[in-house]
C-alpha cells in the first residue's frame, strides 16, 4: 500500500524540467525551471553565508520582524502556532504592482548541522483580502541550511509563487530571480546583528 501512494504521488507530480543558470554574482547562484501547468517558474538560490547555522534558522524562524529587515515584507501575522509548525498570513508590497497577500503552513524540521523548512500556500484560517490587495494563487518552497564550519552555512532557497493578477509570467520569473540576491544579503546582515 506505500509503495502504491508513494507512486500515485510521483505519477500525480507536475513534470519539472532541468534547472536553468540565471545568475552567479556575489556568491548566489540563481537557477530557473519551468513546471508543467504552471505560467511561473520555479526559482532556486544557493550560497553560502558566513554566519552559524544557529543564527540564520533564528532569523528566518524570527518571520513576524521580517518587515524590519526583508523587503517586500509588510506585516506577517501567526495564526497558529505549534512550535514547528505555523499558519501564517502574510502581506507584501512589492514595487510597481499591488499589494499581495498569501497564508502558508510552514513546518520546521532543525538537527545539529543542518535545518530545513517547508511552506506550502493554504486556505484554512485565512483572512479575505482587504480591498486593494490581491491574494497569490500559489506560494510554496522550502529553505534548507548545511552547516559547513564553524561560521559558514550553506543555503538554499527554493520555491514557486504565482502572485495572480494580469502580470505576464515572464515578468514574475525575472523580478522574482532578481530579488535572491538581496534575500540572501538581508538574512546575511540581520544574521550578522544577533549575538
Known amino acids: 500500500m506505500r509503495r502504491f501512494l508513494l507512486l500515485s504521488l510521483l505519477v500525480a507530480a507536475p513534470a519539472r524540467a532541468d534547472w536553468e543558470k540565471f545568475s552567479d554574482k556575489e556568491g548566489v547562484l540563481v537557477e530557473w525551471r519551468k513546471v508543467e501547468g504552471s505560467r511561473v517558474r520555479e526559482i532556486r538560490a544557493t550560497g553560502e553565508i558566513a554566519q552559524p547555522l544557529a543564527k540564520l534558522v533564528a532569523v528566518l524562524r524570527d518571520i513576524e520582524h521580517w518587515p524590519q529587515f526583508m523587503p517586500p515584507t509588510e506585516a506577517v501575522e501567526v495564526y497558529d ?102 534575500m540572501f544579503h538581508s538574512l546575511l546582515r540581520r544574521a550578522a546583528e544577533l549575538p
Do not use: F
Not at 509548525?85 to 497564508?103: E, F, G, K, Q
Not at 530545513?116 to 483572512?127: K, N
Not at 480591498?131 to 529553505?143: A, N, Y
Not at 509563487?161 to 509570467?169: F, M, V
Open 81 to 182: 502556532d505549534r512550535g514547528d509548525l505555523r499558519r501564517m498570513h502574510v502581506t507584501i508590497n512589492p514595487a510597481m504592482v499591488s499589494r499581495r497577500d498569501y497564508c502558508v503552513e510552514v513546518v520546521w524540521k532543525v538537527q545539529a548541522t543542518s535545518a530545513e523548512s517547508h511552506w506550502v500556500q493554504i486556505p484554512q484560517g485565512c483572512p479575505p483580502p482587504k480591498k486593494g490587495v490581491v491574494r497569490h494563487l500559489r506560494t510554496d518552497g522550502s529553505w534548507k541550511l548545511r552547516t559547513l564550519g564553524e561560521r559558514r552555512t550553506l543555503v538554499e532557497y527554493q520555491a514557486i509563487t504565482d502572485p495572480a493578477g494580469n502580470i505576464p509570467g515572464w515578468i514574475v520569473d525575472r523580478a522574482t530571480a532578481k530579488t535572491m540576491r538581496g
